[in-house]
């Protein structure tokens, strides 16, 4: 089972750039998540959805944006890189929200902005 | 508002030994409580979750974690800690069943021979 897959594992983009992660589960959840994680600042969220055409703000989404127009994928979109989003990304799934149910971690995507 | 402290960014233990990873919570309302676990390169894993049932809940690779609500505590133990438990350990706490996560900074558990 693929689970949570996230492209690219790897990018090193300029300031000023613009990318796009993508984000592709295969379990039919609702729930999706997108969280950065900095050293020893543990795992802040980014934007989350409930499911398809619905997206929330996190706790630092300023710099991001995301769509979810499958119930399947939820591309992470940054605009005008900053080195402050130099950071590991990781997506995740849940078939229940928060409290209720299991999150599955994609692998991470590292991105370097210089 | 829910939070999450972990005492200690990092925990040493030789093998063969108790592993005690300390997680404290504030929440206004019962809390679910989890602990996931992170290797090298990878993504998060659940270990364990608490969602009001029994107080002490047990979790993969021998790994388990009490619930006490007086002292707001979640702490994660092991009785023998092995080589391939080194890692990253995250607690983490929600405030109800609809509401998203919130993440401690975590403690980098090192195991050495």
């Known amino acids: 089972n693929a689970g949570v897959t996230q492209t690219p594992k790897f990018r090193i983009l300029k300031i000023g750039q613009s990318m796009t992660l993508q984000c592709a589960q295969d379990m039919n959840h609702n729930y999706m998540y997108w969280y950065r994680q900095d050293p020893g600042m543990g795992l802040k969220l980014i934007y989350y959805s409930v499911g398809a055409g619905i997206t929330d703000k996190g706790e630092v989404p300023n710099g991001y944006n995301v769509s979810r127009s499958t119930t399947e994928d939820f591309p992470l979109r940054l605009e005008l890189a900053a080195p402050s989003q130099t950071s590991v990304y990781f997506c995740?799934?849940?078939?229940?929200?928060?409290?209720?149910?299991?999150?599955?971690f994609g692998e991470g995507s590292r991105l370097t902005v210089l | 508002a829910q939070s999450v402290t972990q005492l200690g960014s990092h925990v040493s233990v030789s093998e063969g030994a108790l592993v005690l990873l300390r997680c404290n919570y504030s929440s206004s309302v019962p809390p679910y409580l989890f602990w996931y676990v992170q290797y090298p390169n990878q993504g998060l894993q659940l270990l364990l979750k608490?969602?009001?049932?029994?107080?002490l809940v047990k979790g993969i690779n021998g790994f388990e974690a009490e619930f006490k609500k007086s002292e707001t505590s979640f702490h994660l133990t092991k009785p023998s800690a092995h080589m391939s438990d080194a890692a990253e350990y995250f607690c983490a706490v929600s405030d109800s069943g609809y509401s998203t996560l919130t993440f401690g900074k975590g403690t980098m558990l090192l195991v050495s021979p």
């Open positions: 608490y969602t009001s049932a029994a107080t």
């Open positions: 995740a799934s849940s078939y229940d929200a928060g409290g209720g149910g299991e999150l599955f």
